[in-house]
């Protein structure tokens, strides 16, 4: 191809944002020439390579965008470790229908049995089936809810995080919240309430749940909604940080 040619059709993939073709068209085109490929397949070939490229920058951005801790995968989670958890119901999420079909999963159990890397990890999968998906902390939403209310965007707030396919809350429990802050969490549960999913992270049964919101009858409240279309595991093993310290088992 003539550098005039070269040049106009440079600045035509600018314009058309094909940054991955305007990369490659040069390498593709003298190797289509060695292997006498055709016209179209040399075509198909760029445009196959530009659908990926996009695909996996979008695939990138849900993850930034959803601010997970840190990365984890179900492949890398030890079922065996933790027998007591029925694995086949576990990655049977995976197919995330319970986001479609806007239903809750919730982890109860211990610290360090895996909460936490099996909420993350559904969350990778729905980022990467391109859901729009948010990790937060229990204490750090709760706090965000309470910093809504001093510019009275409270209610923007909460349709923000009910635009999105799915919520995760890590940790409820480790803190008490006080009655304002159960409220606001109570508002945000009930407005994702059969609208969208949430996948929660908790030390406490629900029976305790009384104890975090200081209130028998905003706990139950929060609890109905919650658990009404609700994947529950409980998981009771012990600690996976532990897992090394412990006696070998005979
Ligand atoms: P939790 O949220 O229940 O407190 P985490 O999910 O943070 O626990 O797990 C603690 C650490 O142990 C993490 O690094 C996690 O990846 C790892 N972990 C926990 N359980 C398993 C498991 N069964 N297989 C592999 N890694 C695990
Ligand atoms: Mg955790």
Request: charged share 25%.
């Amino acid at each position: 191809m003539s550098t005039d040619q070269t040049v106009r059709l440079q600045s035509i993939l600018k314009e058309l944002h094909l940054n991955q073709t305007l990369a490659i068209f040069e390498e593709e085109a003298q190797k289509a020439a060695k292997t006498k490929m055709s016209y179209i397949g040399y075509l198909a070939k760029l445009m196959e390579e530009e659908i990926l490229y996009k695909t996996d920058r979008s695939i990138n951005r849900k993850i930034q965008v959803a601010k997970f801790p840190r990365m984890k995968t179900l492949e890398d989670f030890d079922f065996g470790f933790q027998s007591g958890l029925n694995s086949k119901e576990v990655i049977e999420l995976s197919n995330l229908r319970f986001i479609d079909q806007k239903e809750n999963v919730i982890f109860v159990g211990p610290p360090g049995v895996g909460k936490s890397h099996l909420a993350i990890a559904l969350g990778v999968k729905a980022c990467i089936a391109r859901y729009r998906v948010l990790f937060i902390s229990a204490k750090d939403l709760i706090r965000d809810l309470y910093a809504s209310l001093v510019d009275q965007s409270t209610a923007e707030k909460i349709e923000a995080l009910s635009r999105l396919h799915l919520l995760i809350i890590d940790e409820l429990g480790y803190m008490p919240v006080d009655t304002e802050g159960a409220n606001l969490f109570f508002q945000l549960i009930s407005r994702r309430y059969e609208c969208g999913s949430i996948i929660l992270t908790t030390n406490m049964p629900f029976d305790q749940w009384d104890k975090i919101f200081g209130d028998q009858v905003i706990s139950a409240a929060i609890i109905d909604r919650l658990a009404h279309h609700c994947h529950i595991f409980s998981i009771n093993g012990c600690s996976y940080r532990m897992k090394d310290k412990l006696p070998p088992e005979n």
